[in-house]
């Protein structure tokens, strides 16, 4: 029995009495901290955590609506979870202490020496299990019974902690489904509001425009004056509409506006309603689960207390029942390695248990920390709900106090309008008034237009067979009158024709009787510098006071008597000068050829009478601007064409000063059409159609003069210039053209060379200007002596001016002369000269006309010379020529000079022929 008790000693079972402590010790503050997490915490939550990973935003659907009753849910859970943790915790420490009894009454039988009524007790203990179950040797009754309950209960745990996660996550969707279903209705409800409200007040806006549209179209129909005060208001009113319009349009895009973002709140809104949804029905779904957990908790419970009460009663019945020593003694040795192994077995489960309590413990506090951030999450979105509301809330305000404004402006601009509109229909009922008793005052007016209407009417129906008879008699009565008129014009451009050709007949005629050749002299003034340095400077010549073709010329003694058709004095104008000489001038407009040519010593004035000073020209630009001038007023029947040429005879070289080059030599050849005419290839002709280009013909010869010439005086002196003007002329009326030729020549200085000492290039210069003056002298004799041939050609210049010297060619020359004492010997030889060339009758041709309807122009013969003469020009009366008579000035008259016999010029003829031309000069030469 003894060593039966000795294999019974507990020293076998060291380690399993210090496992027991240690397990019971560890459960102990295992069950400690637990309830004081369950307790301090309570907010255990069976989500799991990937149930949250996967749905990261699903704590922060939650809402505030369903928050305090998910709270609630959440808390009983909580609740349920650890008074099922702590259930499960005692229900552990019952056990470890039933086998802290058990080991104890071991020791107290071994100590009392029973060790076999101790194994017989434990046999009857064991025995006694409920369910009939044996303890099997080394085998914890109590663990054995318990350890697959546990097993299962944790299993359930974990389902039940899925199935609550689940269950909350259905919840929550359901939760949120209900508060988005009734926030989304809320906005919608809003939204459909306010867009009734903007259709509404659209209408309203488009009602009252069109109203006060028509309002004022009536207005405006009734009164259509622009001056009328109507239609300045409803312009007014107009322009009202017009800003009231643009008012309207800005809060309608403001209500756009409003509208959009009314738009996207609501679509936030309803995403957040779908994401409550979502969490409230998890919730419920958590709900659920947690409810059955809940059942199969008590359940477990009601198990679990069945199972601890047939404990206690076994272990009441173990207590009152014999040790049965030996036995159990017996028992212990055999079980006590089964036993201890069952307890390393249920030890080893222990730690399982605890490892997997260790994780579920993490697993809550990982849960609760996803639960306090959903739950602020949650806070978050309340917030920005109530922000979004907020806005709404701000938004409807201000929509709802623009559509007050807009009502009330609408309301007052309706009323004013009204009031306008009842004061205008006022005025136009008044005015309506006033046209009705017009229109009573009217109707006899209007039935009296009726009647002149209809009378009118008729007239104008037979109008066109009216007007019709009065054009067709008026165009028979014109063509009368043209056919009249037409007789008429042809009858007065017949006598037109006949009385021009009349009046040319009779101004050739005229110019005929003064002569072809017509001689004037001109006596150049004493200049201030001759009176200064010569004391003789006393005049020599003396004139008639009454008449002004004598010129006295006292010269050694003896007063010479010169009678000229013209004398000019020293204090002769230009102006003067030239009415002498514009008949000739006109006369080269119908078609003569006109030769004018200044003659005298060297500083007589030859230059000055030609040309003249810029202030005061001679008689080439007046010439020239007296042609245009007729030229003009012949106009509009006639069409003329004006040239200018200008050259220079220099020992007997002839140049073109207009030319490019000056210094070119020209010739002077026959004309080779047959014609007779003399043309000089090569020389150049301006067509001058204003003064301004006769300037500028001017200028450019003197500048090719200067040119030319080193010394211009000196040259000028020693050179002939001429200025060739032609005028050609086509009658656009009658069809008729003339071509009449202008020349005016500045001759060179007529000084002898005897006197002037030259010699060299000077004698040459003499020599040449003497030639050309006596070659002029001998054509001028021939023609007076009526010889058949001139000898023209004699020099440049009488070939040059043959056509202007010959036929029916007129001819001035203005003979020069200086008064001064030192020049009387050149002025008497200048004087003998002009009074020989005065006796000179040309032979009078026909004019060259170029047409052949000249042919049957009036001839000279048929011309009435007892018409009146049609130049309006007086012309100085032709006189006779006496030329060198030594006569005093008291034993001769004007009258009788002028009547000198053509017999005694042929008596001169025969005296001038021995010295032609330069007098002395000539029999130097
Ligand atoms: N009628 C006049 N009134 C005033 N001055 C005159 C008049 N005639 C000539 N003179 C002056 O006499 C001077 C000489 O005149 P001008 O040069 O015309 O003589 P000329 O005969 O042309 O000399 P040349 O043969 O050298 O050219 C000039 O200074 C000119 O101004």
Redesign the pocket.
Known sequence: MFGTRKTWDLGHAPCLQELWKKDISLDASSVDFLMSDGEDDGSFLSLPTAAFSQRPSLTAELTETNAPSQQLLIQTLQDKVCEFQARLRSEEVTRHLLLQQLQQQSVQEKTCGGGGGVQTLQEEQLSALPNGERVQPGEQPSNRLNCPEEEQLVTRLRTQVEELEEKLLDQTQEVERLRSELGATDLEKQLELLVVENERLKQELKSCRSSELQKLEAAAETCSCSHCPYSQDAESLRREVSRWESQARQRERRLAELERELLEKTSRVESLHRQLDDSTRQLDDGRRQLEEARRRQGETEQKLGLRLQECEDELARQATAPPRVKYVTHTVEVESADSQKALAEMQTKNTTLQEQLSVQRQLLRELETQLHESQRTCAQLRTQILVYEGEMERAQGQLEAEMQNLEEEKNRVIEEAFIRAESEMKAVHENLAGVRMNLLSLQPALRTLTCDYNCLKRQVQDFPFMLDKAITEAKQEICQVISEVSSTNQELLRKYKREMNLRKKCHNELVRLKGNIRVFC?V??V?QEEQDAAADAKTMLSFDSDDDAILYLSNKGKIMTFELDKVFA?QATQEEVFQEVQSLVTSCIDGFNVCIFAY?Q????????MEGVVDDPGINQRALRLLFSEVTEKAPDWDYKITVSMVEIYNETLRDLLGENPTDKLDIKMNPDGSGQLYVPGLTEFTVQSPEDINRVFELGHMNRATACTNL?EH??RSHALLIITVSGFNTATGNRTQGKLNLV?L??SERIGKSGAEGSRLREAQCINKSLSALGDVINALRSKHSHVPFRNSRLTYLLQDSLSGDSKTLMMV?VSPLPSNMSESVCSLKFAQRVRSVELSSSSRRHENSSTSSSPTHDSVELDSPPVTPVPLPISRASSAGSTLSSASRTPSSSRRRSQSQLSTDRQVDRASPLVGDGGQDD
């Not at 060297?602 to 009478?609: A, D, E, M, N, Q």
Request: aromatic letters at 4%; charged letters at 20%; a positive charge.
């Open positions: 001109r150049r003034p200049s020293p005298g060297t500083g007589s004035g030859k230059t000055y009478t005086n000028s002196s500045d060179a200085g020069q």
